[in-house]
């Protein structure tokens, strides 16, 4: 993520491209989206889901060309600098200083138009993966580097600090709970005994001092998904996802339900908010899943169909769940309503498999974030020339990567507002602010060098400037609101 430009890896076809991004954004979040949608309301939670659901879709086009600007950019200054080396070693045989003199000022002066008129390929191409930290480099200064790099960090910390809080109260639910199908109705303490005198809480902190071991040794070294290890994921989430809007659909049908959720409540907005925008999050991840898209001509439709595509899956999913289960009863960790329940699934192995079902998935991507957010923290502190010492580039960096989520998930395992804050404050960065600041400086940047004749062909349908002021001051308007809530919330208590 904090890296420069990379290999692109292996083409793929544009539907496998969509697949790829259907899968990136449905995780962890679609969980804790139910229960927020009960406390909200399900009119304000449908219209603030499809609204925030067009925000993320635009601020993907913003990044989508901001790709294409980088690439463009590169390709010039390469071009560029065959020409200064191809005319520093024709001067070598040339005695006119005058014409040496034209060819040096040449790549300086010749717009980029037109190299494109003379027959070579678009410079706008997505050909090479930029990430965005190599994006941030190129059009922001030092300032707006950094800020970018603490913002990106401070959202892979809420990112660790969710996954090490869900993988442990998954599996404590599945401990301690009650699995002789008279618990549907039960909610459960944090005091209450989980085995003899020890309580769920302990147990809770027993599990994840045994997700710390287990996984927390993968920070020191170098981990990458496998494409097979993603496959299975992906099923499993498929499996998973499908089972529960199904049994849900069931129980409604059956006229069992017993979720009356209210139209709206404005207290449950400010979490919803965090939630949504947790939901929708792939900027970051976008120069990974588009530059390998074998055919990018209709890319923009791809994209759009993709998010049409997941605001119905996360309607339908959290609609089905507010009507199926009593409000006060959905757990922050949705899975978790199906484990105790017989009315809704009483097949044990199936129970049992969605209990589990975040362990696994989630255990996959701990170590992916965790080795990315210490190279991003390796590269926030990076000086030309220099290198680290064995000890701080070894020890010291995943020891700071590591730490801190586990800290947090050992005082808190509220996943309900680990995912609204991470949400809410770095993932407005990261899905508004960073995007709109990178396709506005992207655009200043070329047009002196390209001339207004030249055209991004993958610029986004939003290209008037209002609204990259819109997305800056929607963002501006969320912060200000969020914190508003969390301050007046405290001074209630």
Same mark, same amino acid.
């Given at each position: 993520m904090?890296g420069g430009?990379?290999?692109?890896?292996e083409p793929?076809?544009?539907?496998?491209?969509?697949?790829?991004m259907?899968n990136l954004?449905v995780?962890?979040?679609?969980?804790?989206?139910?229960?927020?949608f009960a406390q909200?309301?399900?009119v304000?939670?449908?219209?603030l889901i499809?609204?925030?659901?067009?925000?993320?879709?635009?601020?993907t086009t913003?990044?989508?060309?901001?790709?294409?600007?980088?690439?463009?950019?590169?390709?010039?200054?390469?071009?560029?600098?065959e020409?200064?080396?191809?005319s520093?070693?024709?001067s070598?045989?040339?005695?006119?200083?005058?014409?040496?003199?034209?060819?040096r000022s040449?790549?300086?002066?010749r717009?980029i138009?037109s190299?494109?008129? %003379?027959?070579?390929?678009d410079h706008?191409d997505?050909?090479?993966?930029?990430?965005m930290?190599?994006?941030a480099?190129?059009?922001?200064?030092k300032?707006g580097?950094?800020?970018?790099?603490i913002?990106i960090?401070?959202?892979?910390y809420?990112?660790l600090?969710?996954y090490?809080?869900?993988?442990?109260?998954?599996?404590m639910?599945?401990a301690?709970g009650?699995?002789?199908?008279?618990?549907?109705?039960?909610?459960?303490?944090?005091?209450d005994?989980?085995?003899?005198?020890?309580?769920r809480?302990d147990?809770?902190r027993v599990?994840?001092s045994?997700?710390?071991v287990?996984?927390?040794p993968?920070?020191?070294?170098?981990?990458q998904k496998?494409?097979y290890?993603q496959?299975?994921t992906?099923?499993m989430?498929?499996?998973?996802f499908?089972?529960?809007?199904?049994?849900?659909?069931i129980?409604?049908?059956?006229d069992h339900?017993?979720?009356?959720?209210?139209?709206?409540?404005?207290?449950?907005?400010p979490?919803?908010?965090?939630?949504?925008?947790?939901?929708?999050?792939c900027?970051h %991840?976008?120069?990974?899943?588009?530059t390998?898209?074998?055919?990018?001509k209709?890319?923009?439709s791809l994209?759009?169909?993709?998010?049409?595509l997941i605001l119905?899956?996360?309607?339908?999913?959290?609609?089905?769940?507010?009507?199926?289960?009593?409000?006060?009863?959905l757990?922050?960790?949705?899975?978790l309503?199906?484990?105790d329940?017989?009315?809704?699934?009483?097949?044990p192995?199936?129970?049992?498999?969605?209990?589990?079902f975040?362990?696994?998935?989630?255990?996959?991507?701990?170590?992916i974030?965790?080795?990315t957010?210490?190279?991003?923290?390796?590269?926030?502190f990076?000086?030309?020339?220099?290198?680290?010492?064995w000890?701080v580039?070894?020890?010291?960096?995943?020891?700071i990567?590591l730490v801190?989520?586990?800290?947090?998930?050992?005082?808190?395992?509220?996943?309900e507002?680990?995912v609204?804050i991470?949400?809410?404050?770095?993932?407005?960065?990261i899905?508004y602010?960073?995007p709109?600041f990178?396709?506005?400086y992207?655009r200043r940047?070329?047009e002196?060098?390209m001339?207004?004749?030249?055209?991004?062909?993958h610029r986004?349908?939003?290209?008037h400037s209002f609204?990259?002021w819109f997305v800056?001051l929607?963002a501006?308007?969320?912060?200000?609101?969020?914190?508003?809530n969390?301050?007046?919330?405290?001074t209630k208590?």
């Amino acid at each position: 993520m904090a890296g420069g430009i990379t290999d692109t890896g292996e083409p793929y076809s544009p539907f496998v491209g969509l697949v790829y991004m259907f899968n990136l954004i449905v995780g962890t979040g679609a969980l804790t989206m139910p229960k927020a949608f009960a406390q909200a309301g399900w009119v304000v939670s449908l219209a603030l889901i499809t609204f925030l659901g067009f925000m993320s879709y635009m601020t993907t086009t913003f990044v989508i060309e901001a790709m294409a600007a980088a690439n463009a950019q590169l390709r010039w200054k390469r071009r560029e600098q065959e020409e200064v080396e191809n005319s520093d070693s024709t001067s070598e045989y040339s005695d006119d200083d005058e014409v040496t003199c034209r060819g040096r000022s040449e790549p300086e002066t010749r717009p980029i138009l037109s190299v494109q008129r %003379s027959g070579q390929a678009d410079h706008f191409d997505i050909m090479e993966r930029v990430e965005m930290g190599q994006m941030a480099s190129m059009f922001f200064n030092k300032v707006g580097v950094n800020m970018f790099y603490i913002c990106i960090i401070v959202y892979l910390y809420g990112d660790l600090a969710i996954y090490a809080a869900a993988v442990p109260i998954s599996l404590m639910e599945v401990a301690c709970g009650n699995h002789s199908c008279s618990a549907g109705s039960v909610k459960y303490n944090d005091t209450d005994p989980c085995w003899g005198s020890v309580t769920r809480k302990d147990a809770y902190r027993v599990f994840l001092s045994v997700f710390t071991v287990l996984l927390g040794p993968f920070t020191f070294f170098n981990a990458q998904k496998t494409k097979y290890l993603q496959i299975l994921t992906s099923l499993m989430r498929w499996i998973a996802f499908t089972m529960m809007i199904i049994l849900a659909l069931i129980r409604i049908g059956k006229d069992h339900g017993a979720g009356h959720p209210p139209v709206a409540s404005l207290s449950g907005v400010p979490n919803l908010f965090g939630v949504c925008v947790y939901s929708f999050m792939c900027q970051h %991840s976008l120069p990974s899943l588009v530059t390998p898209i074998s055919n990018k001509k209709r890319v923009g439709s791809l994209v759009l169909f993709d998010y049409v595509l997941i605001l119905g899956f996360y309607v339908l999913l959290s609609f089905t769940a507010i009507f199926c289960f009593d409000s006060s009863l959905l757990y922050d960790m949705y899975t978790l309503n199906f484990t105790d329940n017989c009315d809704v699934l009483d097949i044990p192995v199936l129970r049992y498999f969605l209990g589990l079902f975040p362990v696994f998935t989630i255990s996959t991507n701990f170590p992916i974030i965790a080795v990315t957010l210490r190279n991003n923290w390796k590269t926030l502190f990076h000086r030309d020339g220099g290198t680290y010492p064995w000890v701080v580039d070894r020890v010291v960096f995943p020891l700071i990567t590591l730490v801190p989520p586990i800290v947090v998930a050992f005082c808190t395992h509220n996943l309900e507002s680990l995912v609204g804050i991470t949400g809410s404050y770095a993932g407005t960065g990261i899905q508004y602010i960073v995007p709109a600041f990178l396709v506005f400086y992207a655009r200043r940047h070329l047009e002196p060098v390209m001339g207004r004749d030249a055209i991004n062909k993958h610029r986004s349908p939003f290209r008037h400037s209002f609204w990259v002021w819109f997305v800056l001051l929607w963002a501006a308007f969320c912060l200000m609101f969020v914190t508003a809530n969390i301050i007046l919330t405290d001074t209630k208590k």
